[in-house]
T-cell receptor
């Protein structure tokens, strides 16, 4: 158990809909990362927050947004969903900007029908 | 997005054999991380390396931080069926930025 909690584990929805994925980082970790992993693909970096502020952005679509709340949990919002958005979405946390170890949650599997 | 070159892409090995994989980059990293991912699960951190030349073990796993800081190696000794999975390397250059490798799929034949 990495200590990073993600909900929901599985989500099935229709095209055009909007979903919210939630992440609670490890206790004490200030930094949260979101990654997308499509079938049999690598990890694609989406966005990163540190202590409530956005610090880095990857290949995140404009239809996607995220935020980190004062209690340090984070949410990834995916809207106007398309079939190609079906993927595993992972949250990961680290203790700070200069700390190397990154711990992943078990992921949220999104299926768009 | 940017990814590190990881090789081999996949490998079949016999149970009991040793396995080697590596990760190379054109950039220098401060930290190298190695992860294992089982199907449908999140990547699990196996080993973290912090210094050039560092050699670190975790059970049957041994990883090394390359001297040039642009590469890293992971060895698995005496492989067993539960070693099956995808192994990812990741380089950390400081200040939030992690770059992941393309992954090595390991399949063990009993």
């Amino acid at each position: 158990d990495s200590g990073v909690t993600q909900t929901p584990k599985h989500l099935i929805t229709a095209t055009g809909q909007r979903v919210t994925l939630r992440c609670s980082p490890r206790s004490g970790d200030l930094s949260v990362y979101w990654y997308q992993q499509s079938l049999d693909q690598g990890l694609q970096f989406l966005i990163q927050y540190y202590n409530g502020e956005e610090r880095a952005k990857g290949n995140i679509l404009e239809r996607f947004s995220a935020q980190q709340f004062p209690d340090l949990h984070s949410e990834l919002n995916l809207s106007s969903l398309e079939l190609g958005d079906s993927a595993l979405y992972f949250c990961a946390s680290s203790s700070g900007p200069n700390t190397g170890e990154l711990f992943f949650g078990e992921g949220s599997r999104l299926t768009v029908l | 997005g940017q990814q590190l070159n990881q090789s081999p892409q996949s490998m079949f090995i016999q149970e009991g054999e040793d396995v080697s994989m590596n990760c190379t980059s054109s950039s220098i990293f401060n930290t190298w991380l190695w992860y294992k991912q089982d199907p449908g699960e999140g990547p699990v951190l196996l080993i973290a390396l912090y210094k050039a030349g560092e050699l670190t073990s975790n059970g049957r796993l041994t990883a090394q931080f390359g001297i040039t800081r642009k590469d890293s190696f992971l060895n698995i000794s005496a492989s067993i069926p539960s070693d099956v999975g995808i192994y990812f390397c990741a380089g950390f250059s400081g200040t939030y930025k992690y770059i992941f490798g393309t992954g090595t799929r390991l399949k063990v034949l009993a």
